[in-house]
């Protein structure tokens, strides 16, 4: 795809120290001979994976760097409730067809999609608020599962048979906004985490899903074997 090889071109420039030519839609489609609406849609995903701040009607600005720690694993909820020895609960809030935005669909590629709207509750207090959107042409069928119990990961591998063969995700520090706040019983502003995720099965997207945790309810933690020492 001819965005593609803009977006590849300017994150090039982005990892140097000054970007060597300007981060506009009208120069990049004049510099690679492509269309303004292409030249946006490069610059859009950069912007939403943290390479970008753009500013309307001025050229894009690089970001502050931002640094990734990649040590999260797709995990169903009630085998997480399990292993912390916690008792599960959820809540539907949402299940139905509905329009994608516009992150979503540069993300699946899809203008509707299936949307689930899930609220997790660990020992009887609200700690997750899950938005997820599915590829309707694969995912269309999900619908009439119980997803109060069942695993969206698991009926998409073992009942839609749907192989998983890669996941993207960001996680990052967030203020929790007044809606999601008042569900997950904490003021407006206070701290969470936010983590997004993209699945797909081989190059396909599938499932586009945003989790937002309590800040006070959940913590990272990992171990690993190191592959070699480094200064």
């Not at 694993?73 to 020895?85: D, I, K, N, S």
């Not at 938005?131 to 269309?140: D, H, M, P, Q, V």
């Not at 206070?190 to 309810?217: C, G, I, K, S």
Request: net charge positive; with cysteine; charged share 30%.
């Amino acid at each position: 795809m001819k965005y593609l090889r803009v977006k590849e071109a300017v994150l090039q420039e982005l990892r140097k120290p000054s970007p060597g030519f300007p981060l506009s839609e009208n120069s990049l489609a004049r510099r690679f001979g492509v269309s303004r609406m292409t030249a946006r849609r490069a610059l859009q995903e950069l912007e939403q994976e943290g390479w970008l701040r753009r500013t309307q009607g001025r050229s894009s600005t690089p970001a502050p760097r931002r640094f990734s720690q990649g040590f999260l694993r797709v995990r169903p909820f009630y085998e997480f409730a399990q292993a912390q020895g916690a008792r599960p609960k959820t809540q539907v809030m949402a299940a139905e067809l509905r329009p994608t935005p516009p992150e979503v669909q540069t993300r699946l590629g899809v203008k509707q999609a299936v949307y689930v709207e899930r609220l997790r509750f660990l020992d009887e207090e609200p700690v997750q608020r899950e938005a997820r959107y599915l590829n309707a042409e694969l995912c269309g069928d999900i619908l009439e599962h119980d997803l109060t119990s069942e695993s969206i990961h698991d009926l998409l591998v073992h009942t839609l048979g749907l192989p998983l063969t890669k996941v993207w995700q960001r996680l990052e520090a967030v203020a929790l906004e007044q809606e999601v706040a008042r569900l997950l019983q904490q003021p407006e502003g206070a701290p969470a985490l936010r983590l997004e995720r993209v699945t797909y099965t081989l190059l396909q997207p599938v499932t586009w899903v945003e989790y937002l945790m309590r800040a006070d309810r959940y913590y990272l933690e990992d171990t690993f074997i190191p592959q070699g020492e480094r200064p």
